[in-house]
């Protein structure tokens, strides 16, 4: 994995995002749009991981489009990504888009360390994680969700799905009693993601 630290250390809200090489070019747009929804301080660092599929995925599980299939990776990316949240006078949040989305939200079933997540259009039509989800105490105490309106209008039997699924998680976020919002996008999963994910950021940002 790489990182990139974008802003000084000085800031008390450190951002944390997993991305892959598609992301890279628009980090700096990206962060540009949170600076435009808020005033407030922050330090941004963008971890790139070299296997999208394996490396965000918390278990195995078959291809659902192409012949890529998901790997058990995320265990160990999150205990290198922990390595550089150690600073207790800091509030680490972790968010990312689709499989980092997803990724962001098992890290909360997993650990205390992220104040919250920001979790835009997130892959949470994988196989058993919603299952999972509520079957762990989730230990972020504010989260942010999102999804295209048209991201559930596809023939793809598994990802038809992320729209019953995300409207599910948010149900059980809220009876949980865990700050949260679900915002709906135009558009289909490819579109401005950097800005969806910014949106993310600023409202968890605002909101812990």
């Known amino acids: 994995m790489e990182v990139y630290k974008?802003?000084?250390?000085?800031?008390?809200?450190?951002?944390?995002?997993?991305?892959?090489?598609?992301?890279?070019?628009?980090?700096?747009?990206?962060?540009?749009?949170?600076?435009?929804?808020?005033?407030?301080?922050?330090?941004?660092i963008a971890i790139k991981v070299n296997s999208w599929n394996h490396d965000l995925s918390p278990w195995n599980?078959?291809?659902?489009?192409?012949?890529?299939?998901f790997g058990d990776g995320a265990e160990y990316t999150l205990k290198e990504v922990l390595q550089l949240c150690t600073d207790s006078n800091?509030?680490?949040?972790?968010?990312?888009?689709?499989?980092?989305?997803?990724?962001?939200?098992?890290?909360?079933?997993?650990?205390?360390?992220?104040?919250?997540?920001?979790?835009a259009s997130?892959?949470?039509?994988?196989?058993?994680?919603?299952?999972?989800?509520?079957?762990?105490?989730i230990q972020s105490n504010c989260i942010y969700l999102s999804l295209g309106n048209k991201?559930?209008?596809?023939?793809?039997?598994m990802m038809k799905q992320v729209g019953d699924c995300i409207r599910e998680a948010y149900a059980w976020l809220n009876e949980e009693g865990i700050q949260c919002t679900l915002e709906w996008n135009q558009g289909g999963h490819f579109k401005e993601p950097h800005v969806r994910t910014a949106k993310a950021f600023a409202w968890i940002m605002k909101n812990i």
């Open 90 to 119: 800091k509030t680490y949040c972790i968010g990312g888009y689709s499989m980092a989305g997803l990724f962001a939200l098992w890290a909360a079933c997993k650990t205390n360390r992220f104040a919250a997540i920001a979790s």
């Open 6 to 44: 974008y802003g000084g250390d000085q800031a008390s809200i450190v951002l944390i995002q997993m991305v892959g090489e598609h992301d890279l070019s628009e980090i700096e747009q990206e962060i540009h749009e949170i600076q435009k929804l808020t005033e407030m301080k922050f330090q941004f």
């Open 122 to 137: 997130p892959s949470i039509w994988f196989p058993g994680f919603l299952n999972y989800m509520k079957q762990q105490k």
């Open 151 to 157: 991201e559930e209008k596809t023939r793809n039997p």
């Open 61 to 69: 599980a078959s291809a659902v489009f192409g012949s890529e299939g």
